[in-house]
């Protein structure tokens, strides 16, 4: 059983268009909720993450819009660009596990 | 400052054989853990340890065991490979433990198993 669904999973957008990836989840215990980017090869990297308290983070082009009732989370890229082409994971945390979702690969062509 | 490092990049292995995957960090972080990636299916926890002598299972550890005798190695153990086990696998650490600090992960060994 997936505790973090994501959805989609994949994602074409052209340069400049917008890019909006989804994440619900169910156990209400989870606590904070980072986005991770990963390039081909490479390991995933923090991109942005935000604690349950807060509706909403940007930070340059990304945001968080995060609906606690709903138990859903997304990131919005604005602007998108070519180098923004990856794997995207939404994760949650509870306690001392960190659980990650299936992955968005986000194609952005120019 | 090397941050996350793991060993091999790339591993193949015949069914039934056993092997160490390598992992280390520098940055005297309590917390370090185990993924597995497979397509479709993200990155999944194997075992997780918050500080040396502590350890812990994750969402799918049958097949894996580890051990954390220091603050810097956390090695996961292939006792009986299996095609099942095929994967890339990342090891992360993080500062703090039940925190909300950023983990750092590995660049990632590929075991292809055969």
């Known amino acids: 059983q997936q505790q973090v669904k994501q959805s989609p999973q994949s994602l074409i957008v052209q340069k400049g268009g917008i890019s909006i990836i989804n994440c619900a989840y169910e156990?209400?215990?989870?606590?904070?909720f980072p986005w991770y980017q990963q390039f081909p090869g490479k390991g995933p990297a923090l991109l942005i993450a935000i604690r349950p308290d807060v509706s909403e983070k940007k930070e340059g082009r990304f945001t968080i819009s995060f609906n606690k009732s709903a138990k859903q989370f997304s990131l919005h890229i604005m602007d998108s660009q070519p180098g923004d082409s990856a794997t995207y994971f939404c994760a949650a945390r509870t306690t001392d596990k960190l659980i990650f979702g299936t992955g968005t690969r986000l194609q952005v062509f120019p | 400052n090397a941050g996350v490092t793991q060993t091999p990049k790339f591993q193949v292995l015949k069914t039934g054989q056993s092997m160490t995957l390598q992992c280390a960090q520098d940055m005297n972080h309590e917390y370090m853990s185990w993924y597995r990636q497979d397509p479709g299916m993200g990155l999944r926890l194997i075992h997780y340890s918050v500080g040396a002598g502590i350890t812990d299972q994750g969402e799918v550890p049958n097949g894996y065991n580890v051990s954390r005798s220091t603050t810097e190695d956390f090695p996961l153990r292939l006792l009986s490979a299996a095609p099942s086990q095929t994967s890339v696998y990342f090891c992360?650490?993080?500062?703090?433990?039940?925190?909300?600090?950023?983990?750092?992960f590995g660049q990632g060994t590929r075991l292809t198993v055969v």
């Open positions: 992360a650490s993080k500062r703090g433990v039940g925190k909300n600090t950023e983990a750092f």
């Open positions: 156990n209400t215990a989870f606590d904070y």
